[in-house]
Structure formats: structure tokens, C-alpha cells
Nanobody, 124 residues
């Protein structure tokens, strides 16, 4: 099993930057593909991006492509979501999730473990 804890959320001004972290414990993060998702009030949880457990591939939703970057530091068992040029529509609770297979998928049901989420608020 793996436990995931997100951190780094908070208030950011539109156009600013924020870096979220997803720290894994239990089985090391290097064994898991990590996906980032977000959920705004009244909306379904949506895929933001992900990184394969090998770290060789990253994928992004069109809405964040070119603005967000996912990376991993396996020595720290941590995956990062760097958010740049943040927009008001990026405001949501952000979750990281883990799956065993070495491919990133969009479906929430295909992830085995989830963190508790971290709130991102954007001021315009």
C-alpha cells in the first residue's frame, strides 16, 4: 500500500505560481504512476496531469498544458505539480492519486490510492 499526502495549496493571485507536492509513504513513490486531479465545487473530479512510475512520460489536460509541469523526486518519494500562469478557473481542491501500472490514465476509478487533497484558491 501507499499513503499520499498533498501539500502546498493556498491562495495565489491570477497569473502567479504555486507548487503542490504529493508525498508518498509505504511503498516508495517510484513504484507508482501518479496522477493529479482537481475538483471544483459542484463539478466532477477532473484529470489534470500525470507522470509514469518510470518518470519517462508526463501527460497533461489541454486546459493546463503549457502552464503546469509535473515532476518527481524519487529520493524524496515526492511528486510535484508546478502551476504557473494560474487562472481563476484553476481554483479547486487538488488531489494526487497512485496506480501500479506504468501508464497515466484519466479515469479516477483506475487509481488505487488517493490523498486527502489540498485547496487552491485563486484571486483575480
Amino acid at each position: 500500500q501507499v499513503q499520499l499526502v498533498e501539500s502546498g495549496g493556498g491562495l495565489v493571485q491570477a497569473g502567479g505560481s504555486l507548487r503542490l507536492s504529493c508525498a508518498a509513504s509505504g511503498r516508495t513513490s517510484s513504484s507508482w504512476t501518479i496522477g493529479w486531479f482537481r475538483q471544483a465545487p459542484g463539478k466532477e473530479r477532473e484529470f489534470v496531469g500525470g507522470i509514469t512510475r518510470s518518470g519517462s512520460s508526463t501527460y497533461y489536460a489541454d486546459s493546463v498544458k503549457g502552464r503546469f509541469t509535473i515532476s518527481r523526486d524519487d529520493a524524496k518519494n515526492t511528486v510535484y505539480l508546478q502551476m504557473n500562469s494560474v487562472k481563476p478557473e484553476d481554483a479547486a481542491v487538488y488531489y494526487c492519486a497512485a496506480r501500479w501500472a506504468n501508464n497515466v490514465v484519466l479515469a479516477t476509478a483506475l487509481y488505487d490510492y488517493w490523498g486527502q487533497g489540498t485547496q487552491v484558491t485563486v484571486s483575480s
